[in-house]
């Protein structure tokens, strides 16, 4: 007996000891990269010469972050390229595939770029990388606006939520409702890709959670906090829009 129970304390040492390396790696990036080039609230982690375009991108995506009410500009970021080294590899394989992964104050893009850096190719797609890098920004001003505990997945919000006001903001041009609502009765399949106004793109499942979203802040008038936690599912949200008269 006493010899199971220290075999089981050490397994589970063991498995504390690589969990807690795990995610001392991943919450250590510059550890993987060759240069770290600040620039405004990011610091820009990369093992190749970085495009001149690249900072006026930082420029844009900034200027679009400037809208949400959880901006923060003493906040600084890193933002981990795909550019040959291993950690975005490492990313992928511990998180899955995406296109920009952001947690804590940490972004890691998951696709290459293009012919220009203003696009980046991902499932088989040319994405507007100021779009999806700005999306990723809100994703990490929501992990400082709640904490580690209360921003998700930990923290549980509704995925609409949080995916919604991401897309929201992250959109230069905002689509039109009616447009949204319609697009989302549409029967598609959950990851077909949408195309919306100024080359920006989604995905049809974020359809109904962007509509909702723009719908509450716009509509309804909510600020973050009473969006966040208002008990309205998305079906009731949506139902809304359905018998809206703007």
């Given at each position: 007996m006493k010899k199971i129970k220290r075999g089981l304390i050490i397994t589970l040492l063991g498995a504390t000891l690589l969990l807690g390396g795990t995610i001392l790696l991943i919450l250590s990036p510059s550890c993987f990269y060759q240069h770290a080039t600040p620039?405004?609230?990011?610091?820009?982690?990369?093992?190749?010469?970085?495009?001149?375009?690249?900072?006026?991108?930082?420029?844009?995506?900034?200027?679009?972050?400037?809208?949400?009410?959880?901006?923060?500009?003493?906040?600084?970021?890193?933002?981990c390229l795909a550019d040959g080294g291993v950690y975005a590899d490492l990313i992928e394989t511990l998180l899955g595939p995406d296109t920009f992964r952001a947690f804590s104050r940490i972004i890691v893009s998951q696709g290459a770029f293009e012919s220009s850096v203003d696009l980046f190719r991902k499932f088989d797609q040319s994405l507007?990388?100021?779009?999806?890098?700005?999306?990723?920004?809100?994703?990490?001003?929501?992990?400082?606006?709640?904490?580690?505990?209360?921003?998700?997945p930990l923290g549980g919000h509704p995925k609409w939520k949080w995916?919604?006001?991401?897309?929201?903001?992250?959109?230069?041009?905002?689509?039109?409702?009616?447009?949204?609502?319609?697009?989302?009765?549409?029967?598609?399949?959950?990851?077909?890709?949408?195309?919306?106004?100024?080359?920006?793109?989604?995905?049809?499942?974020?359809?109904?959670?962007?509509?909702?979203?723009?719908?509450c802040l716009e509509e309804k008038h909510m600020k973050y906090e009473d969006f966040m936690r208002d008990t309205v599912s998305l079906e009731g949200v949506?139902?809304?829009i359905s018998s809206f008269q703007p």
């Open positions: 620039y405004k609230q990011l610091v820009i982690l990369h093992n190749q010469a970085l495009a001149p375009e690249l900072f006026s991108i930082i420029d844009t995506s900034l200027a679009v972050l400037a809208q949400s009410e959880l901006h923060d500009p003493s906040l600084s970021f890193y933002w507007s990388t100021r779009q999806f890098l700005t999306h990723a920004l809100v994703h990490n001003l929501q992990f400082a606006h709640h904490g580690f505990w209360d921003a998700n995916e919604g006001y991401a897309e929201y903001i992250s959109l230069v041009q905002k689509p039109d409702l009616t447009t949204l609502f319609a697009i989302s009765a549409d029967e598609k399949e959950t990851y077909h890709w949408i195309s919306l106004e100024n080359g920006q793109k989604t995905i049809y499942k974020h359809i109904p959670f962007l509509a909702a979203t723009q719908f949506l139902a809304e």
